[in-house]
């Protein structure tokens, strides 16, 4: 594990939310950063869903330096290295693609493919991988589909995505492996585009406040299955 995916990963475990951002105007993105901070979140993931994406991104790295940010819906290696330019700390994508792992790894950036299926969480332990996305969690079976995970794949950890709101996210927190959890609740695109960040800024902060509230047997007292070294 690199450096800086370390210290993403530790982010993450603080956090245990990562807001998940579609934003259309880039000149929205220093209030947005802002009101996140102001929330209690120095977390977020910027999807390339738009086509002025890497912009915001951009402007939240230079403006706000100590917030880890970084690109989500990455779907390639062209698009992990714009948003690394962009200055992201970290690229999520929807899908596992060892090109894109193998590509953060080299450069010293921090890394959670998007799995689904068993096939694919095995695939990411053999790139060295064990902290992941699973997406959309809603639809694959919720935190029954976690718990069956959680036998086979003991000492995996996921991100929780797909589908998570303000009222069920804390059922997915309350499992030993889930790390983390993701979604756009906190500042959905037509609120940011509305420029309702005061808004933005309560919503993570209740979100902050449910999080503190969460008591959960942490990931430590897993079986330890490990990631591969990446060859």
């Not at 990455?74 to 290295?81: I, R, T």
């Not at 790139?127 to 639809?139: D, Q, R, S």
């Not at 069920?168 to 500042?187: H, I, R, S």
Request: net charge neutral; with cysteine; proline share 7%.
């Amino acid at each position: 594990m690199n450096a800086q995916q370390s210290s993403m990963t530790a982010a993450l475990r603080r956090s245990r939310i990562m807001p998940v951002i579609v934003i259309d105007d880039p000149a929205d993105a220093g209030a947005l950063a802002t009101a996140l901070l102001a929330g209690g979140l120095p977390i977020a993931e910027i999807t390339l869903r738009t086509p002025r994406a890497l912009e915001a991104l951009r402007r939240i790295t230079q403006e706000q330096p100590d917030m880890f940010a970084g690109a989500g819906t990455v779907l390639n290696v062209a698009q992990a290295a714009q948003a690394r330019d962009a200055g992201a700390k970290f690229i999520v994508s929807p899908g596992f693609s060892r090109a894109v792992v193998d590509y953060c790894r080299e450069h010293e950036l921090a890394v959670y493919p998007g799995v689904s299926t068993a096939s694919e969480i095995q695939a990411a332990l053999d790139a060295g991988v064990n902290l992941l996305k699973l997406w959309p969690i809603e639809t694959l079976g919720g935190p029954a589909y976690l718990k069956l995970l959680a036998g086979p794949f003991g000492g995996v950890e996921f991100n929780a995505n797909g589908g998570l709101t303000a009222e069920n996210f804390e059922k997915y927190l309350a499992l030993p492996n889930v790390v983390a959890c993701g979604g756009p609740w906190m500042a959905p695109r037509e609120w940011i585009a509305a420029g309702q960040f005061d808004r933005i800024r309560d919503a993570v902060r209740d979100t902050v406040a449910k999080v503190a509230r969460i008591s959960s047997p942490r990931s430590e007292s897993l079986p330890a299955v490990t990631a591969a070294s990446p060859s």
